[in-house]
């Protein structure tokens, strides 16, 4: 049996009761790719029979639509207006994966009473059948980035080799462990020169916060430095598609196939309405 084989017997095996995995991508400073990785990510789990939705939760810049060329017409902002319903502001685009817009629609949830919460969470409830939802946070550690990354079942944290990216990625996982010491988080080493580089840097990482903070970090892998992802960027496609065969695209592909490989050991996917409850619980703890 091959390995693609293998993976799809995974998804189908998890499929018996099954409830969508949320992933929290998050990152300690902006321009180490976060976004990037965000969408090609999701395109590349995508690509494995997985249904997979895309949340941009950047709340200052939606560079998830940048990336993708699109431009929203509605955001979670109509939807808690009344305006519209979540599945009319879902947006399918070529690569196979679904689009939900945050934008400011999300400082409006910290305002909604307790029946509005409970109708949101029925309305996402109705969404709960994809395999994952992947969440590209803003850069840095705010308030508002920790509230996404601590609803979601398990985050991945995006460095690259610059020493000010490493200091800064150590700073978001201390501030992750300092709140929820249980959760899973997962390295990703971006915009490296060689094998050697991207080990070094992941395992000086999973070294120093095992260390000062007694938090396992796992290494999910690192993606070369590569010409085609900033071309792809200015051409608003995303590198996966633009470039399948690139070494960052290869790379990312090895990344998708250990997170659903994963998925079975872990097994602990919480789903939509369980990542919201947790999301409005923290939007609750930052109003008192």
Do not use: W
Request: one cysteine or more; proline letters at 3%.
């Amino acid at each position: 049996m091959d390995q693609a084989t293998n993976l799809r017997k995974l998804v189908l095996e998890n499929r018996q009761a099954k409830k969508t995995r949320t992933i929290a991508i998050a990152s300690g400073k902006g321009g180490v790719g976060k976004s990037s990785l965000a969408v090609s990510i999701a395109i590349a789990l995508a690509r494995h029979a997985v249904s997979v939705t895309l949340l941009d939760a950047d709340l200052g810049l939606a560079n998830v639509n940048v990336i993708l060329g699109i431009i929203p017409k509605f955001n979670l902002y109509h939807v808690i207006k009344g305006k519209k319903k979540l599945k009319e502001i879902v947006i399918e685009v070529p690569e196979n994966i679904k689009i939900i817009a945050g934008a400011s629609g999300f400082h409006q949830l910290a305002n909604l009473d307790a029946k509005q919460r409970a109708d949101f969470i029925e309305a996402v409830s109705e969404l709960d059948s994809d395999d994952y939802m992947i969440i590209d946070t803003g850069a840095g550690v705010s308030q508002n980035v920790l509230s996404f990354v601590l609803a979601a079942d398990e985050v991945i944290v995006v460095t690259t080799p610059e020493p000010t990216a490493i200091t800064d990625a150590y700073g978001i996982i201390k501030s992750i462990a300092s709140q929820a010491p249980e959760k899973t988080i997962k390295l990703v080493v971006n915009r490296v020169q060689s094998v050697a580089e991207g080990r070094r840097v992941a395992q000086r990482v999973i070294n120093i916060a095992g260390q000062f903070l007694n938090v396992k970090v796992e290494n999910l892998g690192f993606v070369y430095e590569d010409v085609s992802v900033p071309k792809s960027v200015r051409n608003q496609k995303p590198f996966i598609v633009s470039y399948p065969k690139s070494k960052a695209s290869v790379c990312v592909s090895l990344i998708a196939q250990r997170i659903i490989s994963k998925e079975t050991e872990e097994g602990k996917a919480s789903g939509l309405p369980g990542f919201f409850k947790r999301l409005f619980r923290s939007s609750e703890l930052e109003e008192e």
